[in-house]
């Protein structure tokens, strides 16, 4: 069965793994990199195939520590199929106001994507647990010192274009999580059953983050 979310351990370990193309042959390989490499995190995003059944999978199978959650979720449909398949928590590239409604009434964390200073206000405001900067590329670190200004107590999430070599400056930017995808997860890694290089470059991803946190 998956872990329940907790905030505060997300906090302690803040990396999010995103799963975007794991297949049912895949899956096994891929969770067992994961949880090998003491990832406690991850989404299987919807518009994977088969995503609500490979999530039940994931579940059924009970990897020790692993939170599962699902990842981009555009609708309440989405929200609720997600919830019943298992995930812990819900993740979206962009905020939806019936899906914020639908995450507080049913006490699920819930991590809509924004980029504006408005954007993020208005996300925070209905109830978002942290919120994901997506494309965090796109505005780099420093974005994150210059929103954490008016924003300090809100938590956000760097997405898109994190790595090992960049994820500590991210957080040391203001970032209270970091996530990683198609960089280690490609398709084709995992079609490959490249599992041991995936695990390595989990545990060389959080090396820096661990680091990091033991620092502060």
Not at 160 to 186: E, K, M, Q, T, W
Request: aromatic share 8%; proline share 6%.
């Amino acid at each position: 069965m998956s872990a329940s979310f907790d905030l505060d351990r997300f906090k302690e370990e803040p990396v999010l793994a995103i799963l975007r193309g794991v297949t049912h042959d895949s899956l096994n390989g891929v969770m067992g990199a994961i949880a090998g490499a003491g990832l406690c995190f991850a989404e299987i995003t919807l518009n994977t195939p088969h995503s609500l059944a490979l999530i039940r999978q994931t579940i059924d199978r009970g990897f020790a520590g692993l939170c599962l959650g699902a990842g981009t979720v555009l609708s309440v449909d989405d929200a609720r199929a997600s919830v019943s398949a298992g995930a812990r928590f819900l993740v979206a590239p962009t905020f939806n106001e019936h899906v914020a409604a639908f995450c507080r009434e049913s006490s699920i964390p819930y991590f809509p994507g924004a980029l504006t200073p408005s954007e993020i206000e208005r996300a925070w405001n209905a109830g978002a647990c942290m919120i994901k900067i997506f494309p965090a590329e796109k505005m780099g670190p420093d974005y994150f010192k210059l929103v954490k200004g008016p924003f300090p107590d809100i938590p956000l999430m760097a997405v898109g274009g994190v790595h090992a070599g960049n994820c500590a400056v991210y957080l040391a930017s203001g970032a209270s999580a970091v996530a990683v995808g198609g960089s280690i997860f490609s398709p084709g890694r995992m079609q490959q059953g490249q599992y041991s290089l995936i695990q390595k470059d989990i545990e060389d991803f959080l090396l820096p983050v661990r680091q990091f946190c033991s620092n502060k």
